[in-house]
């Protein structure tokens, strides 16, 4: 007899947070993964007319409120061009909990799940979770996921495999031609393709694509979130896209680990997707700018950078003991191998903080170069 369940014993919490106490309280701190920015006016003046209302004192629909879901069907109308079904979104607890229910409902104990290396933590854990065996994946060497490597990686075991566009901790952007392959090799393998898509409205060059415009089977599932396009980390509010028969299974999970989404942040939530879209082009602006300041300074300090074309992240390559210095002198970055074995020899900077400490950041890791070349 075991004291706890073996699915669990391989899932250590995250490396990142033991870098964020290792540095001081003034550190400048580059290590976070969510935007700087406040949630918009008009989000929050919807969740406090829904609570002053009095409508969000008990349980809504498992799978969320039908006018926060119907929002989300014409969000995939207007960002995807695809009609979707109201009914096949689940609202959940966050991008976290739309990822762990792709992830119950398709992963079975001994199932490979092919994910990109470094990649988002969960992917790893959530396989773990599941029972299943994770297939980390190496990328090319501007950090996109090789479609061609995907397919190669898959055996008969393979039950999904993950798409993360723009990706943490990378910033990369998988371009249209990649994305539709994914959605050929889901469909003529027969695996499923689990898209996260929680950055796609964080683009600087280019164009974000879901493998879900593409598919001709219902081989893929979309993840996405507030949390990153409305600056609404905290409301924990996600959604699940998936066909009929998969929300179907996935709301099996859903319904008994969460029942709902919290009540005021779909109502939030309705508002963000129907409101105004300006909001996120002005925080986009503001990340482009900095992303453009980082890699100028990266360049200038001799730090070689793929350059991200999304999301809030650079990835530059650093030298040994690079971050240990870094973190010394008070900027907290994460090493590259918190996300996966091939992420050693980099370190992930977040770019969601102001230019002064951005440039500030810089030059004390221009020191830090000096210190251990
Ligand atoms: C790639 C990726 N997917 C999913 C999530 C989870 O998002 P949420 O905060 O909505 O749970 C994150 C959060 O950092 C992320 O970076």
């Known amino acids: 007899m075991t004291e706890f369940a073996r699915r669990v014993e391989r899932v250590s919490i995250s490396g990142i947070r033991k870098v964020f106490e290792a540095a001081g309280p003034d550190a400048i ?3 976070i993964g969510q935007p700087d920015f406040p949630t918009p006016v008009h989000v929050r003046e919807a969740a406090q007319q829904a609570i002053a209302d009095g409508v969000v004192d008990a ?6 409120i039908l006018p926060l879901r119907e929002a989300i069907a014409a969000k995939h109308q207007r960002d995807n061009g695809i009609a979707v079904d109201p009914e096949n979104v689940i609202a959940t607890s966050g991008g976290s909990e739309a990822l762990h229910l792709a992830f119950q409902a398709h992963v079975d104990q001994g199932d490979e799940v092919i994910f990109p290396d470094p990649g988002f933590v969960s992917y790893d854990a959530l396989t773990h979770i599941a029972g299943g065996v994770p297939r980390p994946l190496g990328l090319r060497d501007d950090l996109t996921m090789d479609p061609a490597a995907v397919e190669d990686a898959i055996t008969e075991d393979t039950a999904a495999f993950v798409v993360n566009s723009p ?6 952007v998988q371009s249209k031609a990649d994305i539709k392959e994914f959605a050929r090799i889901a469909d003529e393998h027969d695996v ?3 898209s996260d898509e929680v950055y796609e409205h964080i683009v600087f060059d280019g164009e974000h694509y879901s493998p879900l415009e593409f598919a001709e089977t219902d081989n893929v599932v979309v993840v996405n979130a507030c949390s990153k396009a409305y600056s609404m980390t905290g409301w924990r509010l996600g959604w699940v896209t998936g066909s009929h028969r998969r929300v179907e299974r996935m709301l099996r999970v859903h319904q008994y680990a ?3 989404a919290a009540a005021p942040s779909q109502y939030a939530a309705e508002a963000a997707l129907s ?3 300006d909001c996120i082009g002005e925080m986009v602006a503001a990340f482009e700018q900095r992303r453009d300041v980082v890699l100028d300074g990266l360049a200038d300090i001799g730090l070689e950078t793929p350059k991200p074309r999304g999301a809030f992240y650079a990835m530059p390559k650093v030298p040994e003991g690079f971050v240990d210095e ?22 992930r900077i977040s770019y969601a903080t102001g230019i002064e400490d951005l440039k500030a950041a810089l030059e004390l890791m221009g020191d830090a170069v000096a210190a251990v070349q």
Request: glycine share 20%; with cysteine; hydrophobic share 35%.
């Open 258 to 260: 969460q029942a709902c």
């Open 192 to 194: 499923l393709c689990i």
């Open 167 to 172: 990706a943490n901790p990378t910033g990369a």
């Open 275 to 277: 409101g105004p879209q």
């Open 59 to 64: 349980y809504t629909p498992n799978k969320g």
């Open 29 to 31: 701190n580059l290590g």
């Open 326 to 347: 870094v973190i010394e002198r008070g900027v907290i970055l994460v090493p590259g191998e918190a996300f996966g074995e091939n992420g050693a020899g980099y370190a």
